[in-house]
């Protein structure tokens, strides 16, 4: 979408070197190096920082867990529905096999304590 590829930057380039001109073009080129540079000793300095005050925890995070790039809003939703939905389905399993169980114990005459009951019959002869 807003990906620089090679040829873009190329093309800022050229326009760069018409707006700004031969002669101070490497003036500016000096600027634009010394600002990367210091962008990259404040990013190390802030990592360093971060080390310092997480101490031996700091090595065992997983950094490309946490990298925001790898996360789909579509994925997340997805999984989330499909987490509900197998928790739903799994309650429901469970439920059905204490149902069947308690019948089962019903027939064979053990009650839920696990006391055998005796059935028999009143009305036999």
Known sequence: MGGL?????LIILVIAMF???PTRLPEYAKKLSDFV????????????RLKD??????EDVDWK???PRQYDPRRIIRDALVEDEREAR????????????AARRARQGV???GAVTVRFDDEAT
Do not use: Y
């Open 53 to 58: 005050e997480m101490g031996p925890e700091f």
């Open 111 to 113: 009650s839920a304590d």
């Open 37 to 48: 540079r210091s962008v990259k000793r404040a990013a190390d300095g802030a990592k360093d």
């Open 5 to 9: 590829s090679f040829e873009k930057i």
């Open 90 to 101: 799994q309650s429901e399993r469970r439920e059905r096999l204490e149902e069947l169980a």
């Open 19 to 21: 707006v700004i001109g």
């Open 65 to 67: 867990q946490l990298d």
